[in-house]
């Protein structure tokens, strides 16, 4: 097993990272990861204005994936999430959904214990540890990249509850070994992540890569135990829906050979749209369609 710290940064997804380690298909990678906040929050009486942004946000890596290749597929085997036992959650004027309100910044620590994080004396929460920050490079010819904590086809900061222990991610593959990274740990999220920040925790990741060698997915897909969910991100929420149902109709028409007309009935059936976050500069949606309905082979180009 390789063993990846959380010394090895990067800000952005990119071709011109040079990889911090090679992996083979199949081998296991553990990945340390420092929470979104660089580790800058030590205590509550932090003052939101002294934070360091450009070390915010970072991510794991990138690693080299022998044998990937444009066009191919990296899946992404998450088999287990260690969040260390304390995180954080901050509000920051100007931040999050409620950005338009007025309100003071705070930093609150949250202690996490017997699988609960405490918000408070009264009131605790069930640990549920995700990957806010996941993901590939972009096509070579974005060569400053793309920075972690935007969303887009290449995953990236797409915060999406679901992608926790015992799922698989298939990213689509731009550039030569994928060059993949991964952070942004959180202890606990809701959909939409509200004020910004979830419980924003250092951590480890354990993870294990293949390859589907030939076709990829336009946008990354996510394999729980029931479904297949498309994630999507865009300037708002609307385009974002737009996008993510779009995939799952042309998806549903490949699988069952239907007509646009019947597909786009059957998805007011039985393809759920999500928010994934409302806070990044990019905004998500996922559309979630259980695997009765669904084979990953329509799901990928």
Known sequence: MKHISKEKAIFSFSSKHKPVEIVKPSEL???????ALGGQVKNESISMETLDWSRVNGSTGPVYIEGAEPNDTLVVEILDIKPADKGVIVVIPGYGVLENMQFRGKAKIVTLKDGFAIFDEKTRVKVKPIIGT?????????????????PGK?????????????????????????????????????????????I????????????????????PLLETQES??????????????KIASNEAIEALMREHDWSFEEAYM?????????????????KGVRAVI????????????
Not at 29 to 35: I, S
Not at 188 to 194: H, N, R
């Open 29 to 35: 990678v553990l990945f340390e990861a420092e929470d």
């Open 134 to 150: 996941i993901g590939v490079a972009p096509h070579a010819c974005m060569r400053e990249g793309i920075p972690t904590s935007i």
């Open 154 to 198: 290449h995953g990236g900061n797409m915060d999406v509850k679901d992608v926790t222990s015992g799922t698989k991610l298939y990213l689509p593959v731009f550039t030569e070994g994928a060059l993949f990274a991964a952070g942004d740990l959180h202890a606990v999220q809701a959909d939409g992540e509200l004020c910004v920040s979830s």
């Open 200 to 219: 924003e925790v250092a951590g480890q990741i354990l993870l294990r890569f293949n390859l589907i060698k030939g076709k990829s997915p336009r946008w």
């Open 228 to 241: 297949y969910m498309i994630i999507a991100a865009a300037e708002n929420l609307d385009e974002a829906a």
């Open 266 to 282: 059957f998805g007011s059936l039985a393809v759920d749209l999500k928010i994934n976050q409302v806070v990044d500069p990019k």
């Open 290 to 301: 259980p695997k009765e309905y669904i084979t990953l082979e329509s799901l990928l180009y």
